[in-house]
C-alpha cells in the first residue's frame, strides 16, 4: 500500500514538474485542474490557489459548476449537449464537452449534491457514465471523486439516505455520505478526497469543535447581533443584504473553505499542510494550526492505491 501511495504522489509531482533536483521555476509545469460540481467544489478550492502558490506549484483551474448540481444533472447536460439542445450549454452558454475538450487537463474531480451523498443509489450510473465521458474527452487525466462534507450540526435536516428518509444528524450523514463516496469510489477505481472526513474530524476534537451558542435566540436577534459561531466550520447565522437574519448550515465558512483547501492541496500535490502559513485572515492562529494537522493527518489516510489512468 505505501508503494502504491508513493507511486500516485509521485505521479502527481511530476504533474507540477517537481523532481529531485529539478526545482527551478523554470522547471515547473502548471498542473490543470478540473471541477465538475458545484457550490461545495467553490468553497474547497476557494485559498487552494493561494496555497498552491505558496508551496510553489503552479495551478489552472477549469470549472463546470452549477449551484446544487447533482451527478445526474450533469450527465443529463451532456446528453442535452451531445443531442444538439441549445440547455445542455448551461455553464455559462458552454457545454462540459467544449470547457472539458478545451486543451489538456491533469486532474478532473467529480462530486455528488450534498443532499444526494448519502444515498449511494443517487451515484447510479451516472458517475460512471461521467467517468466514462471523462477518459474519452481526456484520457490521459486522474479522475479524483471529491467526498463532500456533513452538514452543521444544528441544521434543520440532513441528506437524503438510501432506503428513504434523511439523515438524523451530522454524524449520520457523514457516516452515510462516507459510506456512498467510498463504494463508488472503489467501483470506479477512483482517488478520494477526504474532506468530509476532515470535516468529522475537527467536530471530534474538543478545541476545534463547533458548539451551537444556546443562548442565541434567533427569534429576538437585532442586526447585527450574532451568536456566538467559534469553530463553526459552516457558514452558520449571518445578516443578508435586507439585514434579516439568515441561517446557512450546508456551505463551507472561511475556515471551512480553508480546511478543504488543505486537504486538497495534500491529496493534489502530496505536499505538508504543516508546512503551510497562509490562512484567511479572518482564521486564527491557533485555529488554523489545528485545521493543518488535522488536513495532513485526514488526508495522509487516503487510499491511493486506486487510480485509473
Known amino acids: 500500500?505505501?508503494?502504491?501511495?508513493?507511486?500516485?504522489?509521485?505521479?502527481?509531482?511530476?504533474?507540477?514538474?517537481?523532481?529531485t533536483g529539478h526545482t527551478q521555476e523554470t522547471d515547473k509545469k502548471t498542473v490543470r485542474l478540473f471541477l465538475i460540481g458545484n457550490s461545495f467544489s467553490?468553497?474547497?478550492?476557494r485559498y487552494l490557489p493561494q496555497l498552491a502558490k505558496e508551496g510553489g506549484f503552479a495551478l489552472s483551474i477549469g470549472r463546470a459548476e452549477l449551484g446544487g448540481c447533482s451527478l445526474q444533472r450533469h450527465?443529463?447536460?451532456?446528453?442535452?449537449?451531445?443531442?444538439?439542445?441549445?440547455?445542455?450549454?448551461?455553464?455559462?452558454?458552454?457545454?462540459?464537452?467544449?470547457?472539458?475538450?478545451?486543451?489538456?487537463?491533469?486532474?478532473?474531480?467529480?462530486?455528488q449534491a450534498s443532499i444526494l451523498s448519502g444515498d449511494s443509489n443517487t451515484y447510479k450510473p451516472y458517475a460512471r457514465k461521467l467517468v466514462e465521458y471523462i477518459h474519452?474527452?481526456?484520457p490521459t487525466a486522474t479522475i479524483l471523486?471529491?467526498?463532500?462534507?456533513?452538514?452543521?450540526?444544528?441544521?434543520?435536516?440532513?441528506?437524503?439516505?438510501?432506503?428513504?428518509?434523511?439523515?438524523?444528524?451530522?454524524?449520520?450523514m457523514w457516516k452515510q455520505s462516507r459510506a456512498a463516496y467510498h463504494t463508488t469510489a472503489a467501483a470506479l477505481q477512483l482517488v478520494l478526497i477526504p474532506v468530509g472526513d476532515a470535516f468529522f474530524a475537527a467536530q471530534q476534537k474538543r478545541n476545534t469543535a463547533f458548539e451551537?451558542?444556546?443562548?442565541?435566540?434567533?427569534?429576538?436577534?437585532?442586526?447585527?447581533?450574532?451568536?456566538?459561531?467559534?469553530?463553526?466550520?459552516?457558514?452558520?447565522?449571518?445578516?443578508?443584504?435586507?439585514?434579516q437574519l439568515d441561517l446557512d448550515t450546508h456551505h463551507a465558512s472561511a475556515a471551512g473553505c480553508y480546511l478543504a483547501g488543505l486537504v486538497w492541496y495534500k491529496v493534489l500535490f502530496g505536499a505538508s499542510p504543516l508546512r503551510t502559513v497562509f490562512k484567511p485572515d479572518t482564521v486564527g492562529d491557533g485555529f488554523a494550526k489545528e485545521l493543518r494537522i488535522i488536513a495532513d493527518r485526514v488526508a495522509s489516510g487516503t487510499d491511493h492505491a486506486q487510480v485509473r489512468r
Open 1 to 19: 500500500m505505501k508503494n502504491k501511495t508513493y507511486r500516485i504522489i509521485m505521479l502527481l509531482l511530476l504533474l507540477a514538474g517537481f523532481s
Open 42 to 45: 467553490q468553497n474547497a478550492t
Open 75 to 111: 450527465w443529463e447536460l451532456v446528453e442535452a449537449a451531445e443531442a444538439g439542445d441549445p440547455k445542455g450549454k448551461a455553464y455559462n452558454g458552454k457545454s462540459l464537452k467544449e470547457l472539458l475538450g478545451s486543451g489538456t487537463w491533469d486532474v478532473v474531480t467529480l462530486q
Open 136 to 138: 474519452r474527452l481526456q
Open 145 to 172: 471523486l471529491h467526498q463532500t462534507w456533513p452538514y452543521r450540526t444544528d441544521a434543520p435536516s440532513f441528506s437524503q439516505i438510501s432506503g428513504g428518509g434523511h439523515a438524523q444528524s451530522a454524524e449520520a
Open 212 to 243: 451551537k451558542d444556546a443562548s442565541f435566540k434567533p427569534g429576538q436577534a437585532v442586526f447585527p447581533d450574532l451568536p456566538d459561531q467559534a469553530h463553526s466550520l459552516h457558514v452558520g447565522y449571518f445578516y443578508n443584504k435586507k439585514k
